[in-house]
Structures are given as C-alpha cells and as structure tokens.
C-alpha cells in the first residue's frame, strides 16, 4: 500500500514565509512539515511514497530524493499549475 502526500499549493495565506519555499517545506522543530507527516505516515507502517508537488517543487525533491535516507521509496507527480485537490487526486490513476 502507498502512501500519497499532496503537497502542491503554494501556500499563500502563509506569505511572506512561502515567497522563498512550498508550505510543506516550512520547518516545524528543525523538519519540514512534510518531513513530520512522512514519519507519522511510516510509523503507521507505510514505506512506499507518492509526493504529488507542484509549487516550487525542486526544492521537496531535492531533501527527499529517492527516500533512501529514510529506508523508503519516493516517488513524485508534478500537478504543474495548481488546479486542486481533486485534481491532485486524480493525477494518481
């Protein structure tokens, strides 16, 4: 079973903060957002990955690469223009 992340919007009722990052890029205690719902997503037992990015997108393939560092596997969907969460969703068949 895989396990999917949206993480495509920008983030604009959290500007000036997402001017420079994608939201789930903010840190939260020294990680990313995404960072902390992939590990609570692994400690229910998950270790497959789907990244769905859009908004500045490099940057969360860039930290989380391939998943190696974390013993899991990413893999990514770019929904480009962000056209939301139903077509995130169905960007997955």
């Not at 396990?3 to 939260?28: D, F, H």
């Not at 990313?32 to 490099?58: R, S």
């Not at 860039?62 to 974390?70: A, S, V």
Request: a positive charge.
């Amino acid at each position: 079973m895989k396990c999917v992340i949206l993480a495509a919007g920008e983030g604009k009722r959290m500007r000036p903060l997402t001017y420079t990052r994608p939201k789930v890029m903010l840190p939260i205690a020294n990680k990313p957002l995404m960072e902390w719902n992939m590990l609570n997503a692994m400690e229910a037992g998950f270790d497959e990955f789907i990244f769905v990015i859009g908004y500045k997108g490099e940057m969360v393939k860039e930290y989380f690469g391939d998943g190696r560092r974390w013993n899991v596997s990413i893999e990514y969907l770019n929904q480009g223009k962000p056209q939301g969460t139903a077509h995130a969703v169905k960007l997955l068949k």
